[in-house]
Every structure is written in structure tokens, then in C-alpha cells.
């Protein structure tokens, strides 16, 4: 009886309060997690972010990450994140060495903490195009280059 009642309790409080994480911005994408979790991050500007990784699509010659992202309570903005084909043959190429798929959301999501670092407040829906430089310098802070 006290079970059933905490039960009925709890599912119309989720009720109330309605869904954790804000809804896919798109349903293209694969590679998402069963779960979303928000995580926090702390920039280097003085904000504090929320996001959530959405999963990854292939489009035009690239992989596009896309992260759901707030600095604000109840406003989330999309952000992608382009890692484009070419950049990640090159690097290969030049490296003699394959990057996972592991690997290419680390730079991905390091490509996104960098621009929170320098972005005071919601940036807004926002793509970020990766080149060469910029996935060398991912990978060398994470010590995979």
C-alpha cells in the first residue's frame, strides 16, 4: 500500500515537473546515447554550461556532432560540430594510424569546450567547421597524436 502510493507519487511529480533534458533538435541522428544525461561544464570565461550529446549524423563529406547546450535555466541552443572527411583522411594519412569513432567525438567535444571557453552566455545555434590545425591540437591535449 505505502509502495504503491510513493509509486503514484513519484509519476505524476515527473508529471509536474515534465522532462529533464530538452528535446532533440533533430531525429536524423544516430549514435545516441540510450539515456541523455546533462553534464556540466565550467569555462574558462566564468559561465557555467549544461549540455547533453544528441548523436551524429553523415552529411556532405563530414560527420556532424550535435550537443544541446544551456547557460540559462530552460534555454538550450544546438551546437554541431563538423569534422569533415578529408581533415580526418589527412591526419591519418599523416599519422599512419586510424582515429576511432571514440576518438573523433573527443575531438568533437573538445572543439565544443573550447568554444564555451572563449562564448559568454548561450551562444545560440551554432557550427563549428574543424580543420587540420585544429583537430592536431584536440588530439595532442588528449595525447592521442
Excluded: C
Excluded at 557555467?48 to 530552460?74: C, T
Excluded at 586510424?98 to 548561450?122: C, I, N, P, R, W
Excluded at 563549428?128 to 595532442?140: C, F, T
Amino acid at each position: 500500500m505505502v509502495v504503491s502510493k510513493i509509486t503514484e507519487f513519484w509519476r505524476l511529480w515527473r508529471n509536474v515537473i515534465g522532462p529533464r533534458t530538452p528535446t532533440p533538435p533533430d531525429t536524423g541522428l544516430a549514435g545516441a546515447p540510450v539515456r541523455q544525461r546533462i553534464k556540466t561544464y565550467s569555462a574558462e570565461s566564468g559561465y557555467v554550461y549544461q549540455h547533453v550529446y544528441r548523436g551524429y549524423r553523415n552529411k556532405d563529406a563530414a560527420r556532424e556532432f550535435v550537443f544541446s547546450v544551456s547557460s540559462q535555466p530552460g534555454r538550450w541552443d544546438s551546437l554541431t560540430v563538423r569534422l569533415g572527411d578529408a581533415v580526418i583522411t589527412e591526419w591519418e594519412r599523416g599519422n599512419l594510424r586510424v582515429l576511432t569513432s571514440t576518438q573523433k567525438y573527443a575531438v568533437a567535444k573538445m572543439a565544443m569546450f573550447h568554444l564555451l571557453d572563449e562564448t559568454a552566455g548561450t551562444p545560440g545555434h551554432l557550427e563549428i567547421a574543424l580543420d587540420l590545425s585544429a583537430v592536431e591540437k584536440y588530439l595532442e591535449h588528449l595525447q592521442i597524436a
